[in-house]
């Protein structure tokens, strides 16, 4: 897709810390203190964090607003597994796609 950054990683990074990649979609946290050195970890525990934080706020903001907020809530927590899947499946291939919509934003560096 046109448009879309690319990411280069170090093939022997990749194959070291593929498992650390497919963690940061459900502990964000847990590749930055197991593979501090790695870009390729950093770069999945940068897409879980902000995976992460877009599935709070939504969990936030529709958890207060009366009945259509919490007949939204199912289908926010489903879109936020599907891209908690699609971030696991790219980390488990060796690729650095960014996830839909959300993928753009750098929060870590």
């Known amino acids: 897709m046109q448009g879309e950054p690319v990411h280069s990683f ?51 903001v529709l958890g207060f607003i009366p009945i259509l907020g919490w007949l939204l809530l199912p289908f926010a927590n489903l879109a936020c597994l599907l891209l908690a899947v699609i971030g696991i499946v790219s980390a488990a291939h060796g690729g650095a796609k960014p996830l839909p919509v959300i993928g753009k934003y750098t929060l870590m560096k």
């Open 10 to 60: 170090d093939p022997s990074d990749v194959q070291t810390n593929k498992g650390m990649a497919i963690v940061a979609y459900i502990l964000f946290f847990v590749p930055l203190i197991a593979a501090p050195n790695s870009p390729f970890a950093k770069y999945h525990a940068n897409q879980g964090l902000t995976l992460f934080l877009t599935c709070l706020a939504f969990n936030i």
